[in-house]
């Protein structure tokens, strides 16, 4: 089992940036593979990113492409999210995930989830 415990959500202007943090316990974090995650009120849950074990992959979503970027560090059991130029449409609550053996967009395929921070976005 691991648990999960994401922070560094916020209210934030556009253009602004924020960096989410997703602490993991209870078993060490390089053994999975991690993701993020968003689902804004009314809508699907949404890939954002996710990470292979060592960080030797990633994959972001199209929307944040070029805008966010996830990485990851092991020794401090910790996945980040780096969110720069924000907009209004990435308003949303942010979870974190980790997956045992799957790496990439499909929520279904992770394993162990955080309860998510609030990212708001105003224009």
């Known amino acids: 089992q691991v648990q999960l415990v994401e922070s560094g959500g916020g209210l934030v202007q556009a253009g602004s940036s924020l960096r989410l943090s997703c602490a993991a316990s209870g078993r060490t974090l390089s053994s999975y593979t991690a993701g993020w995650f968003r689902q804004a009120p009314e809508k699907e849950r949404e890939f954002v990113a996710s990470i292979s074990r060592r960080g030797v992959f990633t994959t972001h979503a199209d929307s944040v492409t070029g805008r966010f970027t996830i990485s990851r560090d092991d020794a401090k059991n910790t996945v980040y999210l780096q969110m720069n130029s924000l907009k209004p449409e990435d308003t949303a609550v942010y979870y974190c995930?980790?997956?045992?053996?799957?790496?990439?967009?499909?929520?279904?395929?992770?394993?162990?989830w955080g309860q998510g921070t609030q990212v708001t976005v105003s224009s």
């Open positions: 995930a980790a997956a045992s053996t799957y790496y990439g967009r499909r929520a279904g395929e992770y394993d162990y």
